[in-house]
């Protein structure tokens, strides 16, 4: 089993070159260190296939909408509603704000590969959310070096600094790396994806990798370490600017665009992603509201005449929209596709010249579209519209451009050569090479993240778009499958738990029944040998001893107590100091051997115990309190809390007093259990 990740992002990356230049051996050290141990793969991105929320599918496992990042700018409409100072309500990764987009995703959805594993580092990565860096710290470094590179237009310093410090976290002992090169796509944009500068880029990148690897084998993780490499989207050279902005204003409507970002009475907003994509919002009168429908947007004079003449342009393929009935609409010159859900499939129609090629028809599910479509020119396009549809902030129309054009005209410094955004195959494919060996030929980005959870033995704890992908010589098995076998088991626990529970206190009533008179004895004589305050100390070390990584049946000393003429209160004290005694014997072998590889070894699941990982102080305090007031053992949660450097203080504390509850309520069963016994019969 793998215990490590490390994830260069080869940002702007296009699969097809990438092929070539490992094929004519310019790539020797990502052939050797990646591709011969694992494979190498197109894949596909995500829509908008643009820096940014393309990163988020390799981070977290989800689409951009469904982490409600839908594009490289976007407006959120509600809380412009809400108010119109808030600074959420729009976003550009341009600005400084955009460099904290981890921070706007959707929480109660997203979470990142970092929160699995310890010390994780986030090396100029976009989606920030890295919980042992300071956020003041990666937004600072990641400004200075994007701002040097700018100015200096040499992005082969920016990529030199991610290698060293890849090279600086591996060595701190960092068990997942994600560090971007943005060598390739800002080339790209400068000059075009076939420029020599571009190609240097990507030889700079193998070169980076061979000291990786040096490394790594240096360290002695090298076996334990998976390598990928990953791009968020393709890239195409751009001849033409549509200046998209311009046309709109001709409609009639007044446009908050970037970056004029304060014009009065503004009715619309154009959004552009990667610049060969672009998302355009409009008001419903004085509010936002909610999101037009494309029967809507139809019957309106501005929004229709805008829309026929988009699709009559030069340089756009289509205008999307969503459907009234759980649908979506491509929009072209002579046609439309539709398609609609119809419970777990999907209903896809064309009507005259499909704008989006050669897409197939009928009910389908999403699997099946995502197979048969991989190598179209618009490669899973049903399914990535639905998907960028789901997220609140997504606009009322998404406008797809042509090869060779782009959304962008004004405020483009420098002109862009090379655009990306959109849903051609040569934006959507991108490169994925990962040092374990796939055996899934049509694969997606948002599959890295569970793969790589599965193949380090961590479940995601939150649903993800992707799926665990077959590897070789490894029992994966489908994400979904695993998800549901841990809920059903979780149910089954918790049934067994309550089970567990009614069975000791039944066993309890009954030999307490059974057994009443000869207790009385037995406790009588020890109690006439030995005195009150010696029983105290047996019955100390013996719920000390039991309550240690031995667990021995605690609940039979409380029933032997009762029988020793114990009072119920003076039980229950003895019984909760010397369980939790016990107890931090447990607790301390988790902190103290928290990190060997025998406890790592012998305990695999402690490291990822549901009840500590990414849970609050008083969370953990309230499950150890109600775990442990309740009959029901939970060792490995006392060496779990241990690992995570709980609170000893906390611990004992809480220790004694959950101790002393059930005691408590056993010694009163106990005790009357007979008597009630005796009444029934």
Known sequence: MYTRVLIMVADGGRADLTRKLLGSGQLPNIRKHIVDRGCFRTALTVYPSTTGPAHIPFVCGLHPGTANIPGYRWLDRHRHDRTWRSIYRHRSLNSPRGLMVGRDMDPEKSLSLFEYFNKPSSILELIDYCPNQKLYKIVARRLLRIIQAHKSNDWSKVDDFVERQIIKRIKAGSE???????????????????????????????RAVGNIAETLRQEGVYDQTIMAIVSDHGLSGTKVHIPLVDIVKEHGFNPHYYPILYRKRCDSAVCESGNSMAQVYFKRGDKWGDHWTSKELLHDHRTKSLIDDLVRHEG??????????????????????????????????????CPIGDHPTGRLTSNELFHRTYDCEYPDAVNQLFLLFTGSRSGDIAVDAKLGFDLRLQHEHPEHHGSHGSLRREHMQVPLAVSVPIEDEHVSNCDLVPTLLNLCGKIPRRPTDGRTLEVTGFDTGDIAEKLDCESQTSQKNGLTSILITVAIIVCGIVLTAIFNDDIKVFGEYLMTTY???WVDGILFLLTAVSSSPLALPIWAYALIGVGLGYGIIHLAIVMAFGSATGSLVTFIVGRYFGESNWLKKKFPSVHKHPWTNGKSRWYVTLMLFVGTASPIPCDIFYVACGVKRYPTLLFWVTMVAARFVRYCYLGYIFKYAPEALDWIV
């Open 531 to 533: 005195g009150q305050e």
């Open 316 to 353: 756009v393929t289509f205008v999307a929209a969503r459907m009234a009935d759980d649908g979506v609409i491509f929009i072209g010159p002579e046609g439309n596709l539709t398609a609609t859900r119809r419970d777990d499939t999907i209903e896809v129609t064309s009507e005259g010249i």
């Open 176 to 206: 997942c790396i994600i560090g971007s090169f943005f060598g390739i796509d800002e080339y790209s944009h400068l000059y075009d994806p076939f420029d020599k500068r571009t190609i240097a880029a990507y030889t700079n990148i193998d």
